[in-house]
C-alpha cells in the first residue's frame, strides 16, 4: 500500500520568509498528488494539484508544488509567507487504477507564521 | 448548497450506544468519500461510494463500521457499539466522479465517554 511522509510535523516561520515543506510518497505507479490546507477552525480546503504534464504546479494564494518523479517527491512552496498562511498542510497521493480512489495522507505540518 | 454538509457538527456519546453520522455532497457529484482524522491516526481513508454502491470499503476499522448512500445523493455512516477509540472527526468528501478532485466538509467531531 502506498504511503506519505511530510518531513516537518511543526514549522515556524517569520513574516516574508520562503517556505518549503516536504512531502515524499511510496508508490512506483502512477499517482494523482494533491496538497490541502487547513486553517484554524475551517475545514480542508485544496491548494492544489498535479495530475499530468508539467511537473511545477501553481495553487491559490501564491503556493507552488513540484513533482520530481525520479523522487518520488511533490514539495510545497511559497516564496514569502503570510500571517494568514499560519494552518495545517496536508499532502496526500492517490493510485489512479484498481478501483481504489481514496487518498492516502501524509501526518500534516502545522505551519505557524509569527508577524 | 454551494458545499458539502455534515451533521451533526459534533456529537457525545456513551460507550456502547450506536451513532449515525450524515453526510450531504455537492450537487451533481457521484463520488462521495469518509475519512476519519484522529490525533493519533491523522486522516484515514474509510470507505467511497460511486452511485450507491461502494467499490472500496478497505478502510473500514471494523465490522461495528457501515455506510450506505441512496438516491446518489445522502450517505449515512453508523457505528455501532461505539467504542473509546472511535472518538474522532469524520469528514466526508464528495467529487464529480472518481479520480476527480474530492472536496471536503466541515466534519463532524465523534466523542465517547
Known amino acids: 500500500a502506498q504511503s506519505v511522509s511530510q518531513h516537518n510535523h511543526h514549522v515556524i516561520l517569520s513574516e516574508a520568509a520562503s517556505l518549503e515543506l516536504g512531502c515524499n510518497y511510496s508508490?512506483?505507479?502512477?499517482?494523482?498528488l494533491f496538497w490541502y490546507v487547513q486553517y484554524p477552525g475551517q475545514h480542508l480546503q485544496l491548494l492544489l494539484k498535479?495530475?499530468?504534464?508539467?511537473?511545477l504546479v501553481k495553487g491559490i494564494k501564491g503556493f507552488e508544488a513540484e513533482f520530481i518523479k525520479s523522487k518520488f517527491s511533490f514539495n510545497l512552496r511559497k516564496p514569502s509567507v503570510q500571517w494568514s498562511d499560519t494552518a495545517e498542510y496536508f499532502c496526500?497521493?492517490?493510485?489512479?487504477?484498481?478501483?481504489?480512489?481514496?487518498?492516502?495522507f501524509g501526518k500534516g505540518t502545522h505551519l505557524i507564521i509569527q508577524p | 448548497g454551494a458545499g458539502v454538509s455534515q451533521s451533526p457538527s459534533n456529537k457525545v456519546t456513551e460507550k456502547g450506544k450506536d451513532v449515525e453520522l450524515r453526510c450531504d455532497p455537492i450537487?451533481?457529484?457521484?463520488?462521495l468519500y469518509w475519512y476519519r482524522q484522529s490525533l493519533g491516526q491523522g486522516l484515514e481513508f474509510l470507505i467511497y461510494?460511486?452511485?450507491?454502491?461502494?467499490?472500496?470499503k478497505s478502510g473500514l476499522p471494523s465490522d461495528r463500521f457501515s455506510a450506505e448512500r441512496t438516491g446518489g445523493s445522502v450517505s449515512t455512516l453508523t457505528i455501532q457499539r461505539t467504542q473509546q477509540e472511535d472518538s474522532a472527526v469524520y469528514l466526508c468528501?464528495?467529487?464529480?466522479?472518481?479520480?476527480?478532485?474530492?472536496?471536503f466538509g466541515p466534519g463532524t467531531r465523534l466523542l465517547v465517554l
Open positions: 468528501a464528495s467529487s464529480r466522479g472518481t479520480g476527480e478532485t474530492q472536496y
Open positions: 508508490y512506483g505507479g502512477t499517482v494523482n
Open positions: 498535479y495530475f499530468s504534464g508539467d511537473p
Open positions: 496526500a497521493v492517490r493510485t489512479s487504477g484498481g478501483g481504489a480512489d481514496g487518498l492516502t
Open positions: 450537487s451533481g457529484h457521484t463520488a
Open positions: 461510494f460511486q452511485g450507491n454502491s461502494a467499490p472500496d
